[in-house]
């Protein structure tokens, strides 16, 4: 039996996390991704269930009386929720569980859970995430505006993660996501409990849970 992790993604709005996460979880085995409930509007080409759970404002807040979430944050006015219940299955189940979270949702999930491995995805430059996000075509110049100046306060936060990747080149940012995935499962706390049968046959689970390198 084997037990998941957790990985953290966050990233300013524009930085590429939603479309990296799907290319690394599309290309990796026992890997998923936390559809999170929100309040926020769809935006076009999303779908319910797949991109997020969308829910009234009324819902959200019913749920979050019944502690029904992992962690929880509001953002640009609406609210964001991960399913506590949801999260616990899949970690049972032995898969790594994606958390495509902002930094209020990561500081919770790390304050919980310690071990979880927290991923900062950066744009190479601000004039880069701004022309991605004008890009996109979904948002005026005002709401736009706002996004950048909640990028620059995101990212003040980013030294509560553990790892960087910085998305200039999507291919380059993905394989740094995935050697960052592959050699947290190689963790000491991670093999420490997937490998325990073994670790107990040579002798040395007990010392290694108990005494420092």
Avoid at 83 to 105: A, F, N, P, T, Y
Avoid at 114 to 143: H, V, W, Y
């Amino acid at each position: 039996m084997t037990k998941g992790n957790l990985i953290i993604v966050t990233a300013p709005s524009g930085a590429g996390k939603t479309s990296l996460v799907k290319s690394l979880v599309d290309g990796g085995d026992d890997l998923c991704v936390s559809v999170s409930h929100t309040t926020r509007p769809a935006r076009p080409g999303e779908s319910d269930g797949i991109n997020y759970h969308f829910v009234s404002k009324d819902h959200f807040m019913d749920m979050l009386d019944q502690s029904a979430f992992f962690e929880n944050a509001e953002v640009y006015g609406s609210h964001y929720g991960t399913s506590k219940i949801w999260v616990g299955e899949q970690l049972q189940d032995g898969k790594d569980v994606i958390l495509e979270i902002d930094w209020q949702g990561a500081q919770q999930v790390r304050k919980l859970n310690p071990e979880a491995c927290s991923i900062f995805i950066l744009p190479p430059s601000l004039e880069s995430l701004r022309e991605r996000l004008e890009g996109r075509g979904q948002d005026d110049k005002d709401t736009i505006d706002r996004r950048m100046r909640q990028a620059v306060s995101d990212i003040t936060h980013v030294a509560g993660a553990d790892y960087i990747v910085v998305n200039d080149d999507f291919d380059t940012a993905l394989a740094d996501m995935r050697a960052i995935v592959r050699s947290w499962r190689l963790t000491v706390i991670s093999q420490q409990f997937n490998k325990a049968e073994l670790l107990t046959s040579l002798g040395h689970r007990e010392a290694m849970l108990k005494k420092p390198l």
